[in-house]
């Protein structure tokens, strides 16, 4: 069995909250949940636990994903708030996230990001931030209402992992609804996809991928049962990433 270790998304204490009000939820998208699942491979929500609780978890998985969600802090990246009232971000769970890469490139285990997540893996080395695209962006990057049937072209890296991985590709069409994205490369990173129209980072990799595989991507492959065959099919990216996490669990001898 694969284990494969999700980041949790998370609701604090919240008075106005009828259930559980005083108690913080950790909680995965079940999209992402039918996406990660076959058989053989258990997905596993790492509880908010303290960090030696933490590390001895990780211990025991073989691929950790990092899934969407809340923005990122500018906090987590050295930068000024562009408006804290209206992009607070959430500090939280950036640490918590942080904790778990650093378990995990500790190991070399498996990475994937996923939308929130390739921010948290540019950041945690050393990159920045996009804080708001209306403001830097040329296109309509999220849709409060489209929401996953917004979509787009990228173009993929000639010779790139997802150009390889879906036989060459070079555009690509793909979902959108975010409003952050990468702007300033973290260490030993490579752009492997960037948007058509505007440039936009939509997808980055580790530059050593034969030493650790760690790969970002800033669209949603678990909602694209909503545009069908309007975008790329998402199963690929998932079967590679599981692939790594089975050589790592075969390396490790688990």
């Given at each position: 069995m694969i284990l494969l270790a999700l980041s949790p998304c998370l609701f604090y204490p919240n008075p106005e909250r009828k259930v559980f009000s005083p108690k913080t939820l950790c909680?995965?998208?079940?999209?992402?949940?039918?996406?990660?699942?076959?058989?053989?491979?258990i997905p596993v929500l790492i509880p908010y636990l303290d960090s030696r609780s933490l590390k001895e978890l990780m211990d025991s998985m073989h691929g950790l994903l990092l899934q969407a969600g809340s923005?990122?802090?500018?906090?987590?990246?050295?930068?000024?708030?562009?408006?804290?009232?209206?992009?607070?971000g959430d500090f939280q769970r950036d640490q918590i996230e942080f904790e778990l890469l650093k378990c995990a490139f500790d190991k070399k285990m498996p990475v994937l990001g996923i939308c929130r997540g390739i921010?948290?893996?540019?950041?945690?080395?050393?990159?920045?931030?996009?804080?708001?695209?209306?403001t830097s962006g040329k296109i309509n990057h999220r849709d409060p209402v489209l929401?996953?049937?917004?979509?787009?072209?990228?173009?993929?890296?000639?010779?790139?992992?997802?150009?390889?991985?879906?036989?060459?590709l070079q555009i690509a069409e793909i979902n959108t609804c975010h409003h952050q994205a990468v702007k300033d490369l973290g260490k030993e990173?490579?752009?492997?996809?960037?948007?058509?129209?505007?440039?936009?980072?939509?997808?980055?990799?580790?530059?050593?991928?034969?030493?650790?595989?760690?790969?970002?991507?800033?669209?949603?492959?678990?909602?694209?049962?909503?545009?069908?065959?309007?975008?790329?099919?998402?199963?690929?990216?998932m079967d590679l990433f599981l692939e790594e996490c089975a050589k790592f669990k075969e390396a490790e001898g688990a």
């Open positions: 909680y995965l998208e079940n999209d992402m949940g039918k996406y990660v699942y076959r058989k053989g491979v923005d990122m802090s500018p906090e987590s990246y050295g930068e000024e708030f562009l408006d804290r009232e209206k992009w607070p921010q948290v893996i540019n950041t945690f080395l050393g990159g920045t931030l996009h804080q708001d695209l209306g929401y996953d049937r917004n979509h787009h072209s990228a173009q993929f890296v000639d010779g790139g992992v997802l150009s390889s991985l879906y036989g060459g990173l490579v752009v492997e996809a960037v948007c058509t129209e505007d440039g936009i980072i939509e997808a980055i990799r580790n530059s050593k991928m034969e030493e650790h595989f760690v790969l970002g991507v800033q669209w949603h492959p678990e909602f694209s049962e909503t545009l069908g065959d309007k975008i790329i099919p998402a199963q690929p990216l």
